[in-house]
């Protein structure tokens, strides 16, 4: 029998009230909604890097001990912050995890709980925002992994977004961030390249002032209670995707545990 996907919507409103959500950026994703699935749309460069995502997410997952000899995670409690259409969310559900998914924006969340179904995919998407879910009793160190990709870089309060993931970890637990550093090659490459002459990303989807460098995001875990133990680049590869690398000027993942 297979499986059913639920989604629990918050008020729109509401969602949006969180300290650290851009409104702005929810309204350009709402906008992109329809084409989360679309490979050769405008989400297409997600569709490209989940491959080293996934990749990325297991290693951090095997490194700490919550994968099973199979390389799964089964029963493991996970949380997927900044969902969007479920890229991630699909493949880790796959997994065997059991999926919490959450984004503000409601047409992403539309588009993945359409999709889940169809693929009988047992996730549970719900609009909102990490604030509003880290408040709520029995999210709170509920989650042995939580990640946020490609996140962190449209969030406008990181210490308060990092201290809500703290708050839902279990003790040990362990998270993922994936994003952009704050370096002169992603302003020129994941800036103005992709978004005004390869025209891959839609235009003002990123806001520099909002990228984050390693170093820096490394002392704000550290401020939050996450020791990062791992600082990951992902670079592109000659067959169209991306590969990880030591070289972290444009994009990167760290990840860690409660200090």
Known sequence: MGRKTNASKSDPKTAQAGSTIDSRDIARFDALAKEWWDPEGAMRPLHL?????????????????????????????????GCGGGLLAEPIARLGAKLTAIDASEGAIT?????????????????????????????????????????????????AFLAAMVKMLKPDGVIAITTINKSLPSLLL????????LRIVPAGTHQFSQFVSPQTLRAE???????????????????????????????????????
């Open 49 to 81: 890097f989940t491959p080293v995502r996934i990749d990325y997410l297991l290693r951090t997952a095997r490194h700490a001990g919550l994968t099973d000899k199979a390389g799964r995670l089964e029963n493991r409690e996970v949380l997927d912050i």
């Open 111 to 159: 588009a993945a709980t359409a999709h889940a179904s169809q693929q009988n995919l047992a996730i549970d998407y719900r609009q909102t925002s990490s604030e509003i879910l880290a408040a709520e009793k029995e999210y709170q160190a509920r989650f042995d992994f939580i990640y946020a990709s490609e996140v962190i870089e449209h969030i406008t309060d990181r210490p």
């Open 190 to 197: 994941a800036k103005f390249a992709a978004e005004y002459l």
């Open 221 to 259: 875990c550290a401020e939050a209670g996450i020791l990062i133990d791992d600082i990951t680049g992902f670079a592109p590869d000659l067959t169209g995707g991306f590969r990880m690398t030591s070289v972290t000027a444009v994009n990167y993942g760290l990840s860690g545990q409660l200090g």
